[in-house]
């Protein structure tokens, strides 16, 4: 019966994010518990500066319940006893993993500041005349 009511509430949980994550960032916050010193930090760091947060569409999820949330955990392949901080782009990729807290401000700068395509060095079609 345990087992049931975790399998719904983190099926319950995975919906809500999902639903809420749409068009918005997500930062997600793990620890091992609600007295880890980085996750008391990184929260502080951002209520601090909440306005950035919300001009960012930043949405937070903090997980500090291993034993609950063990399939969040195992998904984004955290720790479980550490710190780690995760941040999506709007799409749902990866743009950016931490195991320490991180000030708002290098936060805010990866995500104002636009991912650059690679430049291609160099003459890569082999089929090319070169007279």
Same mark, same amino acid.
């Given at each position: 019966?345990?087992?049931?009511?975790?399998?719904?509430?983190?099926?319950?949980?995975?919906?809500?994010?999902?639903?809420?994550?749409?068009?918005?960032?997500?930062?997600?916050?793990?620890?091992? =518990?609600?007295?880890?010193?980085?996750?008391?930090?990184?929260?502080?760091?951002?209520?601090?500066?909440?306005?950035?947060?919300?001009?960012? =569409?930043?949405?937070?999820?903090?997980?500090? /319940?291993?034993?609950?949330?063990?399939?969040?955990?195992?998904?984004?392949?955290?720790?479980?006893?550490?710190?780690?901080?995760?941040?999506?782009?709007? /799409?749902?990729?990866?743009?950016?993993?931490?195991?320490?807290?991180?000030?708002?401000?290098?936060?805010?700068?990866?995500?104002?500041?636009?991912?650059?395509?690679?430049?291609?060095?160099?003459?890569?079609?082999?089929?090319?005349?070169?007279?």
């Amino acid at each position: 019966m345990k087992k049931l009511f975790l399998a719904i509430l983190f099926a319950a949980t995975f919906m809500v994010v999902q639903a809420n994550a749409q068009g918005v960032r997500r930062l997600l916050l793990f620890a091992g =518990d609600t007295a880890n010193l980085d996750l008391k930090l990184q929260r502080q760091w951002l209520r601090a500066d909440s306005a950035g947060v919300v001009q960012r =569409d930043i949405w937070i999820a903090v997980f500090n /319940d291993p034993r609950t949330f063990r399939r969040m955990y195992d998904y984004h392949d955290v720790d479980k006893n550490e710190f780690t901080l995760v941040l999506l782009r709007k /799409d749902g990729t990866e743009q950016f993993r931490s195991e320490k807290p991180t000030p708002t401000k290098e936060l805010f700068e990866l995500i104002d500041t636009p991912a650059v395509a690679p430049v291609q060095v160099g003459n890569n079609n082999k089929g090319s005349n070169q007279h």
